[in-house]
T-cell receptor, first 117, second 114 residues
Framework: DTGVSQNPRHKITKRGQNVTFRCDPI?????LYWYRQTLGQGPEFLTY????????KSRLLSDRFSAERPKGSFSTLEIQRTEQGDSAMYLC???????????????FGPGTRLTVL | AQSVSQHNHHVILSEAASLELGCNYS??????LFWYVQYPGQHLQLLLK??????LVKGIKGFEAEFIKSKFSFNLRKPSVQWSDTAEYFC????????????FGIGTKLQVIP
């Protein structure tokens, strides 16, 4: 499968624990995005990488959240001291870019469903 | 900042009925507009997009959408739905020329009854 992959697919943790999710984008894609989707809502943008550079972080991304893309390939999203409000589906997407004057489709992974007890 | 509103959160149709899902966005500048679909148990995937040019865009599986700039709308249509169209549909917007962060609407769950 050459699409975007995410691991783990499901994570159950206790409040206060740290969790880390991994995203492997499509290999030639240099842009990588993280979104969060809660029940009954559409995905919400969290952060964006172009190669290894993190170029924007949403206000949704509190100090407990950190994302990295160390070599411009896979990315990790870590949540420290998890809270029940962090329970959500965390989606990763990747795309080609930049391409002047055009849009490059974002391809989404299956997501990691986090449940904080 | 841009935002998207979808008018219908849950739609139930019989097969062969026509579909129109409403979507309005708010942003003062030039935008790219999208409809994404999520079939049960599957990833989000792009259904169609408007970037520029003809405001009537055609996507996969017989779907189309019309961009009406004066109304800030991008409604999704299909003349005759099938049971396999049962899915959740998300309208989305990104700022043209930006790095293409996508802002999604709340989604519309479509249930097609055979």
């Amino acid at each position: 499968d050459t699409g975007v992959s995410q691991n783990p697919r499901h994570k159950i943790t206790k409040r206060g624990q740290n969790v880390t999710f991994r995203c492997d984008p499509i290999s030639e894609h240099n842009r990588l995005y993280w979104y969060r989707q809660t029940l009954g809502q559409g995905p919400e943008f969290l952060t964006y990488f172009q190669n290894e550079a993190q170029l924007e972080k949403s206000r949704l991304l509190s100090d407990r959240f950190s994302a990295e893309r160390p070599k411009g390939s896979f990315s990790t999203l870590e949540i420290q001291r998890t809270e029940q409000g962090d329970s959500a589906m965390y989606l990763c997407a990747s795309s080609l870019g930049p391409t002047s004057g055009s849009y490059n489709e974002q391809f989404f992974g299956p997501g990691t469903r986090l449940t904080v007890l | 900042a841009q935002s998207v509103s979808q008018h219908n959160h849950h739609v139930i149709l019989s097969e062969a009925a026509s579909l129109e899902l409403g979507c309005n966005y708010s942003y003062g500048g030039t935008v790219n507009l999208f409809w994404y679909v999520q079939y049960p148990g599957q990833h989000l995937q792009l259904l169609l997009k408007y970037f520029s040019g003809d405001p009537l865009v055609k996507g996969i599986k017989g779907f189309e959408a019309e961009f009406i700039k004066s109304k800030f709308s991008f409604n999704l249509r299909k003349p005759s739905v099938q049971w396999s169209d049962t899915a959740e549909y998300f309208c989305a917007v990104s700022v043209a020329g930006g790095y293409q962060k996508v802002t999604f609407g709340i989604g519309t769950k479509l249930q097609v009854i055979p």
